[in-house]
T-cell receptor
Framework: AQSVTQLDSHVSVSEGTPVLLRCNYS??????LFWYVQHPNKGLQLLLK??????LVKGINGFEAEFKKSETSFHLTKPSAHMSDAAEYFC???????????FGTGTRLTIIP | KAGVTQTPRYLIKTRGQQVTLSCSPI?????VSWYQQTPGQGLQFLFE???????NKGNFPGRFSGRQFSNSRSEMNVSTLELGDSALYLC????????????FGPGTRLTVL
């Protein structure tokens, strides 16, 4: 079985300050982990993906995430928030042989000007 | 490469009607997955088709069905629509292996009155 827990349903940060969106996962096998972003009334865009290579994964738009097996975490960070980062972010898990994606409940990121 | 396309983008139906949604995957991708997104339940997996065969299925009633054609295009059908079927329906295409990145279309917004 696989699952993800996004620890914050809503995060607000000021423009130019760091962003931290937290995600814990559970998986019986070596997981593939993803972060997707969804802007209002849009589909899902892939930010980054972890597949057991480097534990620090760099994504688009300055985002990165670190896979920590001991903590079963895959938190998403960005050093400096931009107004365009305001969106909903989903942490997602899948495993080899299981093509179904399991989504977290999402974290809404608000950027304060 | 062209991305995933979904048609129509918006649809309004009444209870009891049926609806068919279409998804064209990225060229070369053999797998299409469908997801339902609602404010209450979040993103839930409906089913996955690979090489014209349903390979995985989520926990949805039999009113939800799908198919895939030899060109990998997929359709999903919902019969006897209920108010609770109002949702954003997203399709995603990928190469077909677990852990593959799934690329999402913009979605079809279905409103059931």
């Amino acid at each position: 079985a696989q699952s993800v827990t996004q620890l914050d349903s809503h995060v607000s940060v000021s423009e130019g300050t760091p962003v931290l969106l937290r995600c814990n996962y559970s998986s019986s096998y070596s997981p593939s982990l993803f972060w997707y972003v969804q802007h209002p009334n849009k589909g899902l865009q892939l930010l980054l993906k972890y597949t057991s290579a480097a534990t620090l994964v760099k994504g688009i738009n300055g985002f990165e995430a670190e896979f920590k097996k001991s903590e079963t975490s895959f938190h998403l960070t960005k050093p400096s928030a931009h107004m365009s980062d305001a969106a909903e972010y989903f942490c997602v898990v899948s495993t080899l042989g299981n093509e179904k994606l399991t989504f977290g409940t999402g974290t809404r990121l608000t950027i304060i000007p | 490469k062209a991305g995933v396309t979904q048609t129509p983008r918006y649809l309004i139906k009444t209870r009891g009607q049926q609806v068919t949604l279409s998804c064209s995957p990225i060229s070369g991708h053999r797998s299409v997955s469908w997801y339902q997104q609602t404010p209450g339940q979040g993103l839930q997996f409906l089913f996955e088709y690979f090489s014209e065969t349903q390979r995985n299925k989520g926990n949805f009633p039999g009113r939800f069905s799908g198919r895939q054609f030899s060109n990998s295009r997929s359709e999903m059908n919902v019969s006897t629509l209920e108010l609770g079927d109002s949702a954003l329906y997203l399709c995603a295409s990928h190469g077909g292996s677990g852990g593959d990145t799934q690329y999402f279309g913009p979605g079809t917004r279905l409103t059931v009155l």
